[in-house]
């Protein structure tokens, strides 16, 4: 997978800093299931509501260099002022050589369960779709089925099509990213899910083509650690 995949680790000040467990977690979990891929942790800024957490913030970026040497086949994007996810990946795609990237925050884990990687990139890169969304339960939420549009299967991958958009880890192309940013307006500080829900749940299935892994047995195959535990969420800016 190292000349298909760029795993892509936004990261941003949260309580358990200057601690690296969380990143150590979610680097882990990709290390044993797509060992060799390059990654690319985004690290962001620091916003003004967040100042009370420079010095640990401080300290955790000092580490995540010498974090990154361990990981191996990893760069460190440090990013000056306080840019958040979408304005982070507008100004790194230049450094993905990939045609696809996982994008995983740093506070999500891959659970220790077989993945299709193979099919998945494969469908991926084919464009029959442009991204598939690993899951975080073992079926899909009740609340959540009017958000869905079938099962299908794809080189072999078993997929739910849905029209929902997530920040929850997935395999994309980068040209199709690349598209989904240029809707931003430039400067646009804000979580990429908070702005492309509403375009993706109101357009047809086939303008997006968005699905969720569908393995049998269960589709559950990862998990969240909280990195933001009891901090707030801090509105976007435009």
């Known amino acids: 997978m190292k000349n298909r995949i760029t795993c892509v680790i936004p990261t941003s000040p949260i309580p358990s800093h200057p601690s690296t467990r969380l990143i150590d977690g979610a680097v882990e979990s990709i290390r044993k299931h797509i060992p060799d891929v390059p990654i690319l942790v985004q690290v962001d800024g620091l916003r003004e509501e967040n100042a009370n957490r420079r010095e640990q913030y401080e300290e955790y970026k000092r580490v995540l260099p010498?974090?990154?040497?361990?990981?191996?086949?990893?760069?460190?994007?440090?990013?000056?002022?306080?840019?958040?996810?979408?304005?982070?990946?507008?100004?790194?795609?230049?450094?993905?050589?990939?045609?696809?990237?996982?994008?995983?925050?740093?506070?999500?884990e891959i659970l220790d369960l077989p993945i299709d990687w193979t099919g998945i990139a494969g469908t991926v890169e084919s464009g029959e779709l442009n991204l598939v969304r690993l899951y975080r339960w073992d079926a899909i939420v009740p609340g959540h089925e009017y958000l869905m549009n079938g099962e299908s299967v794809y080189h072999g991958v078993p997929v739910i099509r849905t029209v929902q958009w997530s920040g929850h880890p997935h395999v994309a192309r980068v040209d199709f990213y690349e598209d989904l940013i240029a809707q931003f307006r430039g400067g646009c500080r804000t979580l990429i899910e908070e702005f492309i829900y509403g375009p993706v749940v109101n357009a047809p299935w086939e303008q997006y083509r968005c699905a969720i892994y569908n393995p049998p047995g269960g589709m559950r195959r990862i998990q969240h650690t909280d990195g933001r535990e009891s901090d707030p969420k801090f509105d976007a800016q435009f």
């Open 66 to 108: 010498v974090k990154a040497l361990q990981w191996g086949n990893t760069k460190i994007h440090f990013f000056l002022e306080y840019k958040h996810q979408a304005e982070m990946m507008r100004e790194t795609f230049d450094e993905i050589d990939t045609p696809l990237l996982f994008y995983l925050e740093h506070d999500w």
